[in-house]
């Protein structure tokens, strides 16, 4: 038998030594953790300062579209404006001149090209008359007023237009006011 003062053989790690070998492994995955944990934090604060950033110019591109919107509205007007003036002269003049005794015949000369220099100036910013006078009567353009039964017409044909109907860019502003035929009174 071996005495107590006489070392042991090698029996393996003594219970200090695992806790101490433990101690090391939970520091490592401890600092592990907290390098990972700072990284992440660290990635977390760039992705908000970037959508930050984003967020602020989205803010400035719908503040800019909306000046650059509201500039093209007034140019807009601002062009229809001068394209009205020449015939608001020409109004003008026509009120002058009928105050000088001019004849009915000039009157009614000056009162046609008005309406010619008008009728350009709608025509020109996209304004489309619709006039559907022989036409099929068509529920997206014009509205019935009245139905007479007429020999001579087919049936929904668009007999008279009582009130014209206008088109601004292919957008219907004004349906066509009309009496429709509501065909031989036979049918």
């Known amino acids: 038998m071996t005495s107590e003062n006489e070392p042991r053989a090698n029996a393996g790690p003594t219970a200090d ?5 433990d101690e090391q492994a939970i520091d ?5 953790l ?17 959508m930050l950033r984003m967020h602020a110019e989205m803010e400035n591109l719908r503040k800019r579209l909306i000046r650059d919107l509201e500039k093209s509205r007034k140019r807009a007007l601002e062009n229809i404006m001068n394209d009205l003036l020449p015939v608001h002269d020409s109004l003008e003049k026509g009120l002058q001149a009928a ?11 000056g009162k046609a090209l008005i309406l010619r220099m008008l009728g350009k100036v709608l025509t020109d910013n996209g304004l489309e008359e619709i006039n559907p006078v022989g036409e099929t009567f ?11 039964p007429s020999p001579q017409h ?14 601004l860019n292919e957008r219907l502003i004004r349906p066509a006011r009309v009496v429709v035929s509501s065909g031989s009174g036979n049918d």
């Open 17 to 21: 030594q695992d806790a101490v070998s």
């Open 28 to 32: 490592l995955d401890l600092a592990e």
């Open 34 to 50: 907290q390098t990972a944990l700072g990284n992440a934090e660290q990635e977390a604060a760039e992705q908000r300062e970037a």
């Open 99 to 109: 105050e000088e005794d001019a004849s009915v015949e000039s009157l009614r000369e």
């Open 138 to 148: 068509n529920p997206e353009l014009h509205e019935a007023i009245s139905m007479i």
């Open 154 to 167: 087919p049936r929904n044909e668009v007999m008279d237009v009582v009130q014209k109907g206008y088109r």
